[in-house]
């Protein structure tokens, strides 16, 4: 290759970084991110509420959710700093009877007879130098010892304490990104009088 060819495509590369960069910078990119997994998990299966029928041959089925509590499979986050990815083994607390004659199980149990973790694709990632702590969140009280963060929605409804940051999981086919999860966001509910929450910048950034 010419020398000066070699330069221009030094500078392509180099304008091409900089605009994503920029890009990245000013969008909102990861609200709405929801990447395919290995597995066809459905939170609205798993997790969603029970929604019954009465099918062709008479009998009362649940065509909706099992109703299965996010701690059941996310064990962590009132304890520690990070949420947990359910292992193949709480899968397979039912799925060892329970499905068997459904694709996505079968493919689940290939993993599990492998020996194999499935390899779920991160949905929400903050970068390294940021410090988050789900714990610190989910047990924070009030005076009156009451959660700071929500358990009811907008109009008033129940819900878990996760739906203030990751919406409605529980009606979701597909993990998606629901709030813009960028500093902005951090600092908008950390400066709200009733959560009382630091806007150090040590606090987030240690
Ligand atoms: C039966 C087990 C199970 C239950 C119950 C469950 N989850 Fe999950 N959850 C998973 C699995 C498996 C994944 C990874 C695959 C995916 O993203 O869909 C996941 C992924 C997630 C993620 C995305 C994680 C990431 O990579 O950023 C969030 C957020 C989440 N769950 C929240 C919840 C909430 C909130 C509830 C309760 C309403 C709940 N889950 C109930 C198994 C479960
Ligand atoms: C508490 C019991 C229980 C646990 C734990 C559980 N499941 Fe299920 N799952 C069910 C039931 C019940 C069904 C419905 C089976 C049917 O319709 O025959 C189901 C259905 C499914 C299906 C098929 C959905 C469809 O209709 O095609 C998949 C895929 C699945 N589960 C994956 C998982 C994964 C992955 C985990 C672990 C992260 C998990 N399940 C944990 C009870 C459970
Ligand atoms: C105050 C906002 C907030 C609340 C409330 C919250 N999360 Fe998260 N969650 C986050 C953030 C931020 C991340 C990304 C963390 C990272 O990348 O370091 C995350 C990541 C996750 C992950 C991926 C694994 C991890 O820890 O990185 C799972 C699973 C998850 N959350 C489940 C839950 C569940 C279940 C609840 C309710 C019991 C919940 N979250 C409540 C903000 C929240
Ligand atoms: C829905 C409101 C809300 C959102 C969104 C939120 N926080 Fe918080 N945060 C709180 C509350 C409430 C506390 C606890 C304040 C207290 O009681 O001390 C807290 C505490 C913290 C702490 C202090 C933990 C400790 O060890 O002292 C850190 C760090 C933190 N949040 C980081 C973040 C980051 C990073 C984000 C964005 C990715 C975020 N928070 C988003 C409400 C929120
Ligand atoms: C409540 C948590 C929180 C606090 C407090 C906080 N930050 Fe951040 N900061 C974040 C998060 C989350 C990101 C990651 C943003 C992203 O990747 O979109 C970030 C990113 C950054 C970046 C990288 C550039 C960018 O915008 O992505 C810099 C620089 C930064 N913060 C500086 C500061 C300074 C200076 C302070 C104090 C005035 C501060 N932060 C306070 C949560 C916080």
């Not at 701690?71 to 083994?89: D, E, F, V």
Request: hydrophobic share 35%; with cysteine.
């Amino acid at each position: 290759m010419k020398g000066r060819s070699v330069i221009r495509i030094a500078i392509t590369v180099l304008v091409l970084f900089v605009m994503a960069s920029l890009g990245y910078a000013l969008s909102n990119v990861r609200k709405g991110y929801a990447p395919r997994q290995p597995i066809a998990f459905s939170h609205k299966r798993m997790a969603g509420a029970p929604v019954m029928q009465v099918n062709e041959k008479g009998e009362n089925v649940n065509v909706g959710g099992f109703g299965i509590p996010c701690l059941y499979c996310h064990t962590m986050p009132y304890k520690g700093r990070h949420s947990t990815l359910p292992s193949t083994a709480v899968c397979m607390n039912c799925h060892s009877t329970v499905g068997l004659n459904k694709e996505w199980v079968l493919k689940m149990k290939e993993y599990w007879d492998r020996g194999e973790p499935i390899p779920w694709v991160k949905v929400h990632d903050l970068p390294d130098f940021v410090y988050f702590d789900h714990s610190a969140h989910l047990n924070a009280k009030n005076e009156k010892g009451e959660s700071k963060l929500p358990l009811v929605d907008e109009e008033g409804k129940p819900m878990v304490a996760c739906q203030n940051c990751h919406g409605k999981v529980a009606e979701m086919e597909i993990v998606s990104v629901q709030k813009p999860f960028n500093m902005q966001w951090c600092l908008d509910c950390h400066r709200k009088p009733e959560m009382k929450a630091s806007t150090d910048c040590v606090a987030c950034h240690r």
